[in-house]
């Protein structure tokens, strides 16, 4: 799997790149507008975009029927898919942290609290929407498969609201905003690990040869 992975972080180095400079000027630019760590909700999500894309990429260069007769299991080729998109939402989550720390650093609008939570709320609506989309690029053909990609992400700030609105039925949200959000991650986790296995199972019944 470690070469698979690799092959993937080769092919959309450039992608990443361009990615991590634009959230760098991005959040400079944002910091007249909102409040810096606000760029942390988008970041992780902007930086998987490289992994649907791979999936994508994959199936029109008929890279797929190459790879099933090389050492490795559809399972590892669907493990390292989501892998690769944990590791591209926490690059771009380190990468909003740098212009965050510099106006930290200078007494800007920044505080741990904010870090944490506008931090929780990123990771949580990007593991929420990447549970939808993977399955789904494997499912569907490229196309559908794009409009999901595309609608998963609203689907997973819809669900996290939804949530959160639930929860203040049960105790003021306000009053607990960390630990409401805490509760969303870990749910969010648990789905997309639900999402590796449903994408799987998929792959697994699928004709490729």
Request: hydrophobic share 55%; proline share 3%; glycine share 6%.
């Amino acid at each position: 799997m470690k070469g698979v992975l690799v092959k993937d972080l080769y092919i959309a180095r450039s992608n990443i790149l361009v990615t991590v400079v634009s959230l760098i000027v991005l959040g400079f630019g944002l910091s007249f507008l909102l409040e810096s760590s606000a760029l942390l909700v988008l970041a992780p999500v902007v930086s998987t975009t490289a992994a649907f894309i791979s999936i994508t990429s994959d199936a029109a260069s008929k890279w797929n029927k190459n790879v099933i007769t090389m050492p490795v299991s559809r399972n590892q080729i669907i493990g390292e898919k989501f892998l690769f998109y944990i590791l591209l939402a926490l690059t771009g989550m380190l990468t909003a942290l740098v212009p965050c720390l510099i106006f930290f650093c200078f007494g800007g609008d920044v505080t741990f609290d904010s870090l944490c939570l506008y931090g929780t709320i990123g990771i949580s609506a990007c593991l929420l929407a990447g549970g939808i989309s993977l399955p789904c690029a494997y499912l569907f053909d490229p196309e559908k498969s794009q409009i999901v990609f595309m609608m998963s992400f609203m689907a997973g700030t819809g669900i996290i609201a939804g949530f959160v609105l639930l929860t203040n039925l049960i105790f003021p949200v306000k009053e607990h905003i960390l630990l409401t959000f805490n509760i969303v991650l870990a749910i969010s986790a648990v789905w997309f690990f639900i999402s590796y296995r449903i994408a799987v199972k998929v792959y697994q019944k699928q004709d490729i040869t």
